[in-house]
């Protein structure tokens, strides 16, 4: 076993300090990777508060990983050390299943192990990227292309892909009319990923403060979803409307807001329940949908998209002596756009 540094939630109250974790010997088909940067990602803090309930403490976070190969099995052979590799959401699943056969393992039918929070094949605990290493079988292990830096491409490896599968999966691209809501964490990197598939972006925000941004990232246009006059003006508009926030929304409304055939996707995970008229949905043939992340492959599809289009995630890189407060400041919605561990700062 390899002991590591790491920093964990004891409890749903407590801040997060530093431990040592262990991580698993090295098997002949695993990737021992040093990791540089893990992003936080407010799932973590669900995850470290039990708001979604079902936490395991100690708990470790992380599940936006970015860094090199220091050792790989024997008979490893997609990965070598030195590699700039990244782990996102999910470090296994049963591989059998139509779905992992599909590859799409986040929809395993018998459950994808998560990077942390979840068990793994050895029966223990897995735990994320607030550490100094961490131990993947390689088929979840994935290659970070020269051209994004290791800090801003490991928001990509949740936020990019959650917002990046929905994108594909409903067809955005040139003549479709797409609405992001909400330019937090995953919004900012829905914008840059939609403008780049050649769509018409606009942006949903609560006021317009964040307007100059929402431009600069590629947005055709901005709303203010406060003025009540927004819904009036752009009712029927959209093809397609990702809404990233994890706070309850009138769906009714936002609904109202697609276009024919249009669809509202949600890839923010609100903690209480929504709920809609599904009349509406009958009467305009409308449809509203969830998305989860990607697999393996469309993951990797991301990260060679992002970095033929220069993509990456606008970030704050803090030592983690600071993840608490970056916690918070996540809560107050005080970082634009993804907080990044300099994971250096754990030895």
């Known amino acids: ?23 698993r010997d090295l098997g002949p088909r695993d990737v021992l990777i040093e990791i540089k940067f893990a992003g936080i990602c407010h799932s973590d803090i669900h995850n470290a508060r039990n708001e979604w309930g079902g936490a395991t403490y100690p ?34 699943s049963c591989r059998e299943c139509v779905n992992c056969r599909k590859g799409e393992e986040q929809h395993c039918l018998k459950g994808f192990i998560g990077t942390y929070g979840g068990v793994g094949r050895d029966g223990k605990p897995t735990q994320g990227g607030y550490s100094t290493h961490i131990v993947v079988a390689e088929d979840f292990v994935l290659k970070i292309p020269e ?40 919004g900012h990197m829905a914008v ?14 609560q006021s317009l403060s964040k307007k100059e941004d929402g431009l600069r990232l590629g947005a055709d246009h901005y709303h203010a979803t406060k003025d009540p006059e927004t819904f009036q003006k752009l009712a029927g508009t959209f093809d397609l409307i990702v809404n990233t926030v994890s706070a309850k929304i009138d769906l009714d409304a936002y ?22 008229q599904v009349f509406s949905l009958i009467m305009t043939r409308r449809s509203f949908a969830g998305s989860l992340i990607g697999g393996i492959q469309q993951t990797q599809e ?6 033929k289009h220069g993509l990456g995630s606008d970030i704050e890189v803090i030592p983690a002596t600071k993840i608490n407060e970056a916690y918070e400041r996540v809560l107050a919605s005080d970082v634009r756009y993804r907080f990044v561990i300099d994971i250096a700062t754990l030895k």
């Open 1 to 23: 076993m390899l002991t590591v540094n790491a920093y964990a939630a004891t409890s749903a109250t407590a801040p997060l300090g530093p431990t040592t974790i262990e991580r």
């Open 192 to 205: 840059k990923i939609a403008h780049a598939m050649g769509a018409e972006v606009t942006v949903l925000s």
């Open 59 to 92: 708990i470790v976070p992380g599940h936006e990983i970015a860094g090199i190969v220091s050792r790989v099995g024997a008979e490893v052979t997609r990965h070598a050390v030195g590699d700039r590799v990244g782990v996102g959401c999910l470090v296994d």
């Open 302 to 307: 991301m990260l060679d998209f992002c970095a």
């Open 255 to 276: 609904l109202s807001l697609l276009a024919l055939d249009g669809t509202l996707v949600n890839v923010g995970a609100p903690a209480e329940p929504l709920s809609l």
């Open 147 to 186: 051209g994004i830096s290791l800090d801003a491409a490991a928001p990509l490896l949740c936020a990019g892909i959650t917002t990046y599968a929905p994108l594909r999966h409903w067809g955005a691209g040139p003549g479709r009319k797409v609405a992001v809501v909400g330019l937090g964490g995953l």
